[in-house]
Every structure is written in C-alpha cells, then in structure tokens.
T-cell receptor, first 114, second 110 residues
Framework: DTGVSQDPRHKITKRGQNVTFRCDPISEHNRLYWYRQTLGQGPEFLTYFQNEAQLEKSRLLSDRFSAERPKGSFSTLEIQRTEQGDSAMYLC????????????FGPGTRLTVT | TQLLEQSPQFLSIQEGENLTVYCNSSSVFSSLQWYRQEPGEGPVLLVTVVTGGEVKKLKRLTFQFGDARKDSSLHITAAQPGDTGLYLCAGDRTGNQFYFGTGTSLTVIP
C-alpha cells in the first residue's frame, strides 16, 4: 500500500497525559499537513510542512501541540497535558508541490481523552 | 467563522434521485477540491477545479467552479446507496493552508 499511513488508528488516554501520533506520507510527496476533525465538522488546519520546514501553523495549535518532520519524510504530532477538548480525529495529508496541491489523506488517528 | 459554507448540511434521498450540494464563500480561491469521507476514515479526493467556470464530470458526479472562484457545486445524477457519505469542499488560497467546508452528510436510501 503506497498511501498515507497513520499510527495509531485509535488512542485512549487520560487527561494530563502526553500522546504522540505518527504520519507516513506518500514517498514522493514533500508537503505534509495535519488537521483536526471533530464529529460533524470539516477538518480544521493545524500545520503544514514543506520537506522538514514547518511553514505554517494555525492559531488552533496551542503551546501544548508540537509537530516535527525531522528528515522530511514521516511526521509526528505530540500533544502534551491532554485535555478533554483535544478529543478528535487527527488527520494527516500529503501532496506534491506545485499545481493544485491535491491532498491525499491518511485514515486518521482517533483520540479520546477521558 | 467558517470560510466555506456548505448546504444543505444533511440530505436524505431515495435511490435514483438527483441532488446538488453547494459550497459558498466570500473569498476567492486559487483551487477548490471535493472529498468524500466515510465514518472512521480520512477524506478521499474526488476532484480538483482550478479555473473559474470550470466543469468536471466523474461518472454520475458533475463539479462546477464558480466564475469568480468563490463557490462550487456538486451534482449527483441517479444517486446510489454507495454515494452515501460526508461530502466536503476545501479551498486553497496559497497552497499552504486549505480551508474545509462544514460538510454535507448524504444518505441514499435503497
């Protein structure tokens, strides 16, 4: 399978714990995006990488959130001191540069904070 | 404030009927994408439109980008149960950040 993969698919954690999610984009895609989606809503942009550089961050991304893409391949999204409001589906997408930036999404990581 | 508004929010129709979903904004987009998402999965790209007034057809689905590149529509002919899902539009202004619409949840009843 050469699509975008995310790990884990589901994560249940207690409030106050830290969690980390991984995204592996399509191999030739140098752009990588993170989104958050709550039930009944469209995805909300969190951050964007071009290669290893984080070029854009949403105001939604509080200080408790950090994302990295150290070698320009896979990316991690860490949430520190989780809160119940962090419960959501976290989606990763990748795209090629130029053109219409068509995004290909992974299956998402469903986070539940209890 | 949602940059892209979709209507209707929910739609339940009988198999074989036609439907149109709208995606509207006051902002101009350089391109607009339509996705379909099933429960527990990520969105799947259906089409990208980039030119004002552009019309693209994908089997029974017809997508149109508004002349001013502020709005788009998705028309489905003879809907089938397999069309059931959440339809999302997403607009790109810079290539760095995509704005998703509020979504239209479609149910096609056999």
């Amino acid at each position: 399978d050469t699509g975008v993969s995310q790990d884990p698919r589901h994560k249940i954690t207690k409030r106050g714990q830290n969690v980390t999610f991984r995204c592996d984009p399509i191999s030739e895609h140098n752009r990588l995006y993170w989104y958050r989606q709550t039930l009944g809503q469209g995805p909300e942009f969190l951050t964007y990488f071009q290669n290893e550089a984080q070029l854009e961050k949403s105001r939604l991304l509080s200080d408790r959130f950090s994302a990295e893409r150290p070698k320009g391949s896979f990316s991690t999204l860490e949430i520190q001191r989780t809160e119940q409001g962090d419960s959501a589906m976290y989606l990763c997408a990748s795209s090629l540069p130029g053109g219409s930036y068509e995004q290909y999404f992974g299956p998402g990581t469903r986070l539940t904070v209890t | 404030t949602q940059l892209l508004e979709q209507s209707p929010q929910f739609l339940s129709i009988q198999e074989g009927e036609n439907l149109t979903v709208y995606c509207n904004s006051s902002s101009v987009f350089s391109s607009l994408q339509w996705y379909r998402q099933e429960p527990g999965e990520g969105p799947v790209l259906l089409v990208t439109v980039v030119t004002g007034g552009e019309v693209k057809k994908l089997k029974r689905l017809t997508f149109q980008f508004g002349d001013a590149r502020k709005d788009s529509s998705l028309h489905i002919t003879a809907a089938q149960p397999g069309d059931t899902g959440l339809y999302l539009c997403a607009g790109d202004r810079t290539g760095n950040q995509f704005y998703f619409g509020t979504g239209t949840s479609l149910t096609v009843i056999p």
